[in-house]
């Protein structure tokens, strides 16, 4: 069965801290990871990733793939309290929908 | 240019009621997804509709039903509701058919708390 695992669940930490999102994933016909940032309502998008070892990279946000180990990790440098929120992981299978993982819960304590 | 949008933002039913959820895409996309959140959860895909029609579906019972109009906008319906039914119902918009990539976009959703 695909499943896409995310950790830590949740994390509190102060402004200025450095935070990393784990999410690790089995999937068939694996296309794409993409980040997702989710405030209360609508997630919006931050990365896709397709290809293993290249970081993407927006302001303070930074993300990168291995397919080989299949995880990515997404990196956030000077958190702030607009940092806040759920971050979400999905996998892109070839003509299918996403696969979400769970999320993890970031809070940044001023 | 506006974006997904949904309505109601909110609303309680009781279980065994029906309900109704609406979308209008974003200007452009003619592909409608419908995700369902429950607390603490990520989103988890129902069904996608295109040229009227229901292309891919979830893992979900057949309570769970929807139409696509000539305007791209759609509904998704819910019959015999249960209390886990309580979720965030978010509508995603796209183009020819496609429904996942960086070329989504998210509505901001629908609470529905069954009590």
């Excluded at chain 1, 993300?63 to 702030?80: M, P, V």
Aim: some cysteine.
């Amino acid at each position: 069965e695909d499943k896409v695992v995310q950790s830590p669940l949740s994390l509190v930490v102060h402004e200025g801290d450095t935070v990393t999102l784990n999410c690790s994933y089995e999937v068939t016909n694996f296309r794409s990871l993409l980040w997702y940032k989710q405030e209360k309502k609508a997630p919006t998008f931050l990365f896709m990733l397709t290809s293993s070892g290249i970081e993407k990279k927006s302001g303070r946000l930074s993300s990168i793939l291995d397919k080989k180990e299949l995880f990515s990790i997404l990196n956030i440098t000077a958190t702030q309290t607009g940092d806040s929120a759920v971050y979400l992981c999905a996998v892109e299978r070839a003509g299918t929908a996403l696969i979400f993982g769970k999320g993890t819960t970031l809070s940044v304590s001023s | 240019d506006a974006g997904v949008t949904q309505s109601p933002t909110h609303l309680i039913k009781t279980r065994g009621q029906q309900v109704t959820l609406r979308c209008s895409p974003k200007s452009g996309h003619d592909t409608v997804s419908w995700y369902q959140q429950a607390l603490g959860q990520g989103p988890q895909f129902i069904f996608q509709y295109y040229e009227e029609e229901e292309r891919q579906r979830g893992n979900f019972p057949d309570r769970f039903s929807g139409h696509q109009f000539p305007n791209y906008s759609s509904e998704l319906n819910v019959n015999a509701l249960l209390l886990g039914d309580s979720a965030l119902y978010l509508c995603a918009s796209s183009s020819r058919g496609t429904v996942s990539g960086n070329t989504i976009y998210f509505g901001e959703g629908s609470w529905l708390t069954v009590v």
